[in-house]
């Protein structure tokens, strides 16, 4: 494509670029935007530069003509390329205005992308840009753009009349572009000037091409996983240190029909083992397999005569250890049985409807709203632990594993149609099917906490050594996510946290110390939190109860001498406080400190907002810390601790 | 000042200026240099751009005269403004570069400070800019440089041939330049091109005035506050809820003489009550007062005969409580008198050369190379009491307190000196004088780890109320404190940790699931630490006692059913690898995990490296934890507790 070609190309999509003439040899020049650039337009010159092909800065025809004369004669007589009437030039209007930039590609893991941010050298070296799916709404590219620094010039910045939907007519516009060249690998408009006359592409790369795309769709809508009457555990086993036993015993307190298989037979838990599948009475819809993996594959096609919906498999020995044939066949037999898989190699799935514990996690699972998906097992085994010593309590659970057939995306849809899920967290190391995991979150109406593993290149390798799944672009993942308005979060046990604190906007600090005080004011504030701002009321209120000297202000430091009482009185007043979310109880062990009698306050009292102690120091708030958690208090050992679920 | 005398003025100091030439009215225009830009200058003028006095881009010599011709009619007939011979016009190269900044503020802080970094809008946007004292050596200069991303152009990025020693000799111009120039406030050379020929001042802004600085210096030599020989308490008490009984206490492992004072005689710890000052036999060089605030200033007084040097100030009740003449007096008799003051309202002071504890926190100090200053007691006391717990030691502890004498400042050089000492710890609120701390700094060989509360506004104004002190500006103090190579850390737990593992640059995890590895890995990886490369030699010697399966990588992942054997002779060959500085061991609760077990081997055996339990989980880990806690082995309770000292 010539320049001008180009330029009409962009303009059929609405991309505006620079205003252009394309002049004969020795046509007479006579335009009327200045200034202006002139350049050699030949199929026998690819650069341009490198012979003098390219002149700035001209402002009037007459230079323009002068100009050209130069050029001709430099490109013939010193670089000996003989010009002749197919040749010709092309002038450009030259352009004032900072240098942004805009391009796609066709990632991997998503499909096309847009990029949008600071152009030129900057681009590199702020790295201030942001991710949007082509196929992303309005709402959705305003967020991403929203994330750039470079957004605040469409924000009256420096006296800027910018709008931010000059932007968002941009994005659809280019949008509408990869759509219709779906030959376009990548994309590069660059540099994109913000002139006064709006954004305007003054150059464009193409590289065409094509991936393979790793989204596949079934032909058949799936059947609800969530929904599990008759179920069969494959493998359930009186041998205490099988998993197969530990699921069953897990599985007990099922509101539906349970049937135990065990080749061996017997009984285990008052149910009889039956042998085979075959001797289920009746078909069942939900199978566990606990079993050796080479008997996997037999079982399924077993379990396929009893109409099977869906199938969670615990075993592992697949592609993490080197079978990956064998995985693709369940995955192959999924598809054309029309029932879903989870896993394999998995830690299974917990459904607090039916009170179903089908994992090998802990037993101990409270009822609550947060559905928790996770592609570590073990990571997922320790926040369902630590869940349970925080009496957290989960709708749903499921360990996705080695992800043959069932994804987050397949998930989040399911979890959305259920009213007992509240919000969704995710810990992801890999996605294959990213349009659809963007397409589900899209369509979901819940919150979303997001942890995903894999963000430097040296943990990207250690997780594919470990699932064998390509980590993929962190920044693009995490741009995407946010553009999505997914809380993506910095450190997993968040995941049970933060569904419990995000909506907690104002926070009030009560403190025996103004130096932690102070340290925990700036941890909050980082967080993007605020402190609850104390009115004249307020202040009153605490003066009748505080010694003279306290802070007048949140943190709410009531004096190194606090002993319980003192913290309990100040509680008593700041939980009426009605602009208040949740209360930290920050004790720092000082001279008189009384750190047991201060928490056990929290045990006998209730209070209407969160409270959480943060005992901070070594054996003098020991036994305040033991008494939490005996009491399942939440509690924190540190001011980093106490704010990273914030 | 003109802009051709500002050039002049810029080039004394050897700040390059672009190409100028004044011309009169109507004289006869030869210049050599374009494009070129072309100026009114008249007093009569003070915007220029307002009056159509400026045009760019201009290409020759005649040009430059019709753009004048064409100036000098635009502002005598449309704007009104009579020109005379008086007046007339500068012509100025326009250069081609990036726009960068370099400018000097007047902190009321740390006194004249350079800020250099990326210009144009872009100051404000992207913030992408070094703080550099105007006492700054080269080698200060260039680590501050390098915390910028615009030092990559100086670095040969896209084939950029700046050198660093461009920026650094345009630093020391402007550190000359202000250093001759005493009145200057503010200094603004906006934009600095970045051109061809160098680093280009186009443009610069002054404004003068001066600032009360808040250093002073004493007239004579201080004494040295670690040298202590003769001590006495005043206010010693035999009632164990006071202070005085506390500090009395702690101090009776003193190796030298001690006396304890307080009015209403007796005994105390087998040592009489002394019922004055004067009742020592004697002089004495240090004393703690830990008396109502009222009687400070006399017995000061009665101090001051017995030649007192060293004055540790715990009693409250002074600028904290509106008392500020009182905590001025006590400065005053310091300088008069040349002795230190500690406080008031502080915490004490530890020097474990001696073992002389003078400090109301935990009594049991374990020998070690931490010193430790610290601007809040609560902070202080809190942090003792975990580093007991940790059994980290310490060479030092100081507790500013208000500060009314002796700062970090004044702390630093003597601590550098002391052999004992191999790192200092620093928590700070405010600063008073700046200029003394960075001075203090630069001349100290040892490791500085830092914290400095107040980052936001919220806590700025949080601590304002606790301390009285002003916090300044946040990264300012950051930048300053990164050119002297100071740690500056995001967390007051690692004010004890760090120093015991900043050395650990190769570390190895040992763990029993993949996806808690991975993110350990990130964690690590984003607090620049890296993970130690197995080799072939280790992979074999790890192939001999780990299940096939085993990651054959760092993360070591001995596999899921690992129990405390596998992990003991993990343990054991990688402690064996030379290049491994520390190594994790993080264990997951999962099926077969045995967390007590595996956590015993480490009060079993001895390893040459560092190794510290991660033990993510709840209930399921909470025995092994106690059993760290009791056997005083250090174990994390989280991936971000684990690496947030690193």
Wanted: glycine residues 8%; negative net charge.
């Amino acid at each position: 494509m010539t320049e001008s070609e180009l330029y009409q190309w962009l303009g059929k999509y609405g991309i505006k670029t620079p205003q252009c003439r394309v002049v004969k040899m020795d046509e007479k020049i006579n335009i009327d935007f200045f200034p202006a650039v002139l350049k050699i337009q030949s199929p026998k010159i690819v650069h341009k530069s490198d012979v003098g092909g390219v002149m700035l800065n001209l402002n009037s025809n007459e230079e323009l003509e002068n100009a050209r004369e130069k050029m001709k004669k430099n490109i013939q007589e010193k670089h000996k390329i003989p010009l002749d009437s197919n040749d010709c030039f092309i002038i450009t209007q030259m352009l004032e205005g900072e240098e942004l930039y805009i391009g796609s590609v066709e990632d991997s893991v998503f499909g096309d992308i847009i990029l949008f941010g600071k152009g030129g050298i900057y681009l590199e070296l702020y790295k201030d840009i942001c991710y949007i799916d082509s196929q992303a709404k309005e709402d959705e590219i305003l967020r991403a753009f929203k994330t750039t620094k470079i957004s605040k010039l469409f924000e009256g910045f420096r006296g800027s009349t910018h709008q931010m939907s000059e932007v968002v007519e941009l994005v659809k516009s280019v949008q509408k572009l990869i759509l219709s060249n779906p030959d376009i690998l990548e994309l590069d408009i660059n540099p994109l000037k913000l002139t006064k006359n709006g954004l305007v592409a003054v150059d464009a790369r193409i590289k065409k091409g094509s991936l393979v795309s790793g989204d596949t769709q079934r032909k058949l809508p799936r059947p609800d996983f969530l929904n599990n009457q008759r179920i069969a555990i494959i493998g359930a086993s009186t041998d205490k240190t099988k998993t197969g036993h530990v699921v069953a015993k897990n599985s007990m307190g099922f509101k539906g029909e349970l049937f135990f298989v065990n080749q061996k037979g017997g009984e285990l838990f008052g149910k009889p083992l039956l042998k085979s599948v075959g001797e289920i009475n009746g078909d069942i819809d939900t199978a566990v397999l606990a079993i050796p993996a080479q008997f996997v594959i037999p079982t399924i096609k077993d379990l396929i005569k009893k109409n099977l919906k869906n199938l969670i498999v615990i075993t592992a020995g697949f592609k993490e250890s080197g079978h990956e044939q064998e995985e693709l066949e369940i995955g192959k037999l999924a598809q054309e049985n029309n029932f879903n898989v989870l896993g394999p190699n998995c830690l299974g799935y917990f459904n607090d409807n039916t009170n179903l514990n089908l994992t090998f996690g802990t037993g101990n699972l409270k009822s609550g709203g947060v559905a928790f998906i996770s592609q570590s097992g073990a990571v997922l085994a320790a926040l369902m632990d630590s869940a349970n010593t925080l009496e957290i309590g989960f709708s749903h659970i499921v360990s996705t594993g080695n992800a043959v057939d069932l994804e987050s995306s397949d998930l989040i849809p399911m979890l959305q149609k259920d009213p007992r899920c509240k919000s969704i967290s995710l810990y992801l190391e890999g996605v294959n099917k990213g349009k659809n995991l963007l397409e589900s979150i899209r369509s979901c109406q819940k919150p979303i906490f997001l942890f995903k593993s894999g963000k430097s290149e040296e943990a990207a390798k250690a997780a594919f050594s470990h699932t064998g799944n390509l980590s993929g672009n962190y920044d693009m993942f995490a741009g995407l996510m946010k553009s999505l308005d997914v809380r993506v979060v910095d450190n997993i046990e968040a995941l049970i946290l933060k569904p419990m604190f995000h909506n907690s906007k104002e926070i009030a600090i009560i403190t025996n110390a103004g130096g932690p005080g102070t340290v925990l004011t700036d941890a909050i504030v980082a967080r993007g939190k605020k402190l609850y701002t104390l009115n004249d009321q307020n202040i009153q209120a605490l003066n009748k109860i505080l010694p003279e000297h306290w802070s007048h202000n949140n943190p709410i430091d009531i004096i190194g001498d606090a002993l319980a009482d003192r913290y309990k009185a100040a509680l008593d007043v700041v939980d009426s406080f009605d602009g208040v979310d949740f209360i930290y109880m920050l004790i720092t062990p000082q001279d008189m400190t009384d750190p047991l009698g201060s928490v056990k306050i929290l045990k006998e009292s209730v209070y209407k907002h969160k409270v959480a102690p943060i005992l901070i120091g070594g054996e003098m708030v020991e036994e305040a810390k033991e008494f939490c958690r005996i009491n399942k208090i939440l509690f924190f050992s540190s001011i980093t601790e106490a704010t990273s679920f914030l």
